[in-house]
């Protein structure tokens, strides 16, 4: 699979960027687009730019440990597997979006709500998506729930939107992202070494969390 590989990129899996763009992702795109977005994506995850990230998933542990510990001096039951769900929701919204939704304390979040849509099974859909591919291009039918994927690319457009407007910077996918979208390349990690955030504080995070969500339901 390594030395013949031109022969195994291609997954033959179903994807429609134009009614379905989250479904345009690596794990799913054909050929030369698969190539393209690899090539430039590969710079985002070297072992420095996930370091700088780090404080990120330091932060999300510290918010859960505070959290078990609060059950467990009330020593009530806990349903373990929605508490992780919860909490790897705040490190994927923290990390790619910038947001701190705080999932284990609002469980009944929009961010919540809308992460378990995303992730639904859907047996049907997913069966002729894997052998009868064609019939989803020919009815162009989408591979992922629409509230769902217009909820999140809302979130991603009003947070870029946000930092842009205020000149916000954090070390994050979104950061990386964004430098992608403006210049084409990400910073090389001692670039990112050489150039200070211009604004990492907690205060203007939080605060453009909550813009963002307020933004996206009104």
Not at 35 to 50: E, Q, Y
Not at 142 to 150: F, I, Q, T, V
Request: charged share 30%; net charge positive.
């Amino acid at each position: 699979m390594t030395k013949e590989f031109s022969s195994f990129h291609d997954r033959g899996m179903y994807c429609n960027e134009k009614i379905d763009p989250l479904s345009g992702h690596l794990f799913l795109l054909p050929g030369t687009k698969w190539r393209n977005l690899r090539i430039r994506l590969t710079p985002t995850f070297t072992s420095g730019k996930i370091k700088y990230m780090f404080t990120i998933l330091q932060e999300n542990g510290l918010l859960l440990e505070k959290f078990l510990e609060k059950k467990a001096r009330k020593e009530e039951e806990i349903e373990i597997k929605e508490i992780f769900a919860c909490f790897f929701t705040d490190i994927i919204m923290s990390t790619a979006f910038g947001i701190n939704c705080n999932c284990l304390e609002y469980p009944e979040s929009e961010f919540r709500y809308w992460g378990k849509r995303i992730v639904k099974p859907r047996p049907f859909i997913n069966t002729i998506m894997t052998f009868a591919s064609k019939i989803m291009e020919i009815f162009s039918i989408p591979l992922n729930d629409k509230g769902a994927s217009r909820f999140f690319l809302n979130v991603f457009e009003e947070t870029v939107q946000y930092r842009d407007k205020h000149n916000v910077e954090r070390r994050d996918f979104l950061n990386l992202i964004m430098q992608l979208m403006k210049n084409g390349y990400v910073m090389s990690d001692e670039e990112n070494e050489t150039n200070p955030l211009k604004d990492t504080s907690s205060k203007h995070y939080y605060f453009a969390s909550q813009k963002v969500v307020a933004l996206i339901r009104h």
